[in-house]
C-alpha cells in the first residue's frame, strides 16, 4: 500500500485487465520461488512504526504532511489519517545484536522527529489506539489527502455498500456505525519483517501463527477507544470491523474478511499465501504499474499491490532485491509504549516463532488450527487475563491454561531460537528480560491504561480522564522505561 496511486477511481476493465496480470504474476512467482538461488543471502529484519500526532492538550493534530514537509525524510511517510504517521526502519542483519542496533536507530530517528515536531508544538505517541480520539474524528474529513487512500476507501464502501458496523465487547460495550474506512486509521503498530531461508519458511510461519496470541497478550496497548475500557487490544477487532465489506448474502459458503487470522495451518511454501490472497479476495485497487525499468527479477508490483489491500495478521511480502526473498510480516504487534517494549515484542515474537518451529508439528497435529484463532481473539480481549486452550502435560491432551503459564514456561524456547538465529546471548537476554519483568509485574501497556483510567475516574468525567490518561502516558514514554517500570498513579 505504500505505492504511489494517482487514480482515485477505475472501470471494469480496468478491474478486468487487473485480475488477469495477477493471476500472470501469480504463476511467475510460483517458478520464481523454485529456483534454488532464491533466498539465499544474509538474513535480515526490520520495522515499520506508526504513530499519532497530538497537541499540548493530548487532542489529535492533524499535521502529518506538514510535518514531513519539515522532516524531509524519506523515511517517514503519512498513513491513512492526517493525525498519524509512519517511519520505515532500514533493515538490520539479524545476527549479532539486531534488536539493540534497531532499537538504537530507532531512537536516533525519532529523537529528530520529536525535535522537528517540538517547533510545530506537535507531540509524537506510539500507542495502539489514541485514548482522546472521538467517534468525529473518524470520518473522511480526517483522511489524508493522497489519493491511494481516497482510491481503498472508496472502493471498500462500494464493496460493502453500506456502513461499516462496529460491535465491541470487552469491560464495557460499544456499538456504532461508520460511513467510511477511517477508523482502520486508529489503529497503530509495530509492524516486524522477517527474513526466512524457503525451507524454514511453512514452520517458522505455522509456530508464528501459533504463538501469536501469546504475544498479543503480553504486548497489548489498546484498551481504550472513544472513552470506553474494551479489549486489552481493541486494536484487532477494530481493525477487522473497520474495513469488513462482507454482507449477508444467500450463497452456503462463507466469505473471507479481508483483516483475518488465516485459513488454516500452511502445508505447502509461502506460495500459497500469496495464491489464497488471489483467489479470495477482489482487488479493491487495480492500479498497474508503468515501471517498466529492466530489473534481475520480476517486481511483480500488481501482486503485491493486491496483497497490501489484504490484511492478514501474519502477511507474506515479495521482494526482488539480490536473489529475491520471501519475508514474513508480522502485524499484530501495537505501536507503544515505549522503543524497549516495541523492540522486546519483536524479539518475543521472533524468537517464539523460531523456536517453536523445530517442533510445530507436534502441537499443530493436536491444536486444531480453529483453537489458535480462539486463543488469539481470547489473548486480544483478555490480555494477561486469557485463559487458552493448549496442549497439556500429556502430549495427546488439550485444555484450557491461563496465558500467564504458557508465556512462561515457553520463554526458554524463546531464547533457544534468538540463539539459533546467531543472535549474541547478552541482546537476547536484554530484551527477553522485558518481556519477563512485564510477566512479573503483571503490567502491559493494556493494563497500565486500564488501572490508570479507572483511578482518574474517581475523581473526573470520562473526557477529562482520557485527556490526563494521555498526557500521563506520554510522560511515562519520554522515560524510555519499560511499561512495567512506569509510575502506577492507582497504587
Known sequence: MGQNIEQVSFNDEQFKTFKHIIREQLDTLKEIVQR??????????????????????????????????????????????????????????????????????????????????????????????????????????????????????????????????ININGDESLSLNLDDISAEGANTSFQVHLMIPPENFTAVYNAAQLTLPLVTAISANSSIFLGKKLWDETRIALFKQSIDVRRPNDTPWQEQPRVNFGFGWLHGCAWQLFSQAVCLFEPVIPAISNDNAPTALPALKELSLHLGTTWPWHRPVYSNEGNGHIRLEFRAIPAGPTSVDMVANAAFAIGLATGIAKKVEAYTSVLPFQYAEYNFYRAAQSGLDAKILWPLKHKYQVGEVQITDVIEKLL????????????????????????????????????????????????????????????????????CLPVSQWEQIWR
Open 36 to 165: 534454488p538461488s532464491f533466498g539465499q543471502g544474509k538474513l535480515m529484519f526490520g520495522a515499520e512504526l506508526e504513530m499519532y500526532l497530538i497537541d499540548h492538550n493530548g487532542d489529535i493534530s492533524l499535521a502529518n504532511q506538514k510535518l514531513l514537509n519539515a522532516l524531509d525524510d524519506k523515511q517517514y511517510q503519512p498513513e491513512l489519517n492526517q493525525y498519524n504517521l509512519e517511519l520505515n526502519l532500514s533493515p538490520v542483519t539479524l545476527a549479532g545484536s539486531p534488536f539493540s542496533a534497531l532499537q538504537q536507530q530507532m531512537k536516533n530517528k525519532t529523537d529528530e522527529l520529536e525535535r522537528v515536531a517540538e517547533q510545530l508544538e506537535i507531540n509524537v505517541l506510539p500507542i495502539g489506539i489514541l485514548p482522546t480520539l472521538k467517534k468525529a474524528h473518524l470520518n473522511a474529513d480526517f483522511m489524508t489527502d493522497i489519493p491511494r487512500y481516497h482510491c481503498l476507501a472508496n472502493h471498500l464502501y462500494q464493496a460493502r455498500g453500506d456502513a461499516f458496523q
Open 412 to 479: 526458554p524456547i524463546a531464547k533457544a531460537g534468538l540463539l539459533s538465529l546467531s543472535i549474541d546471548e547478552q541482546d537476547a537476554n536484554k530484551y527477553l528480560n522485558v518481556i519477563s519483568q512485564r510477566l512479573t509485574a503483571n503490567i502491559t501497556g493494556a493494563t497500565w491504561q486500564k488501572q490508570t483510567f479507572s483511578h482518574l475516574l474517581k475523581s473526573c468525567d470520562r473526557d477529562q480522564a482520557c485527556h490526563q490518561l494521555t498526557l500521563l502516558y506520554l510522560k511515562n514514554c519520554r522515560t
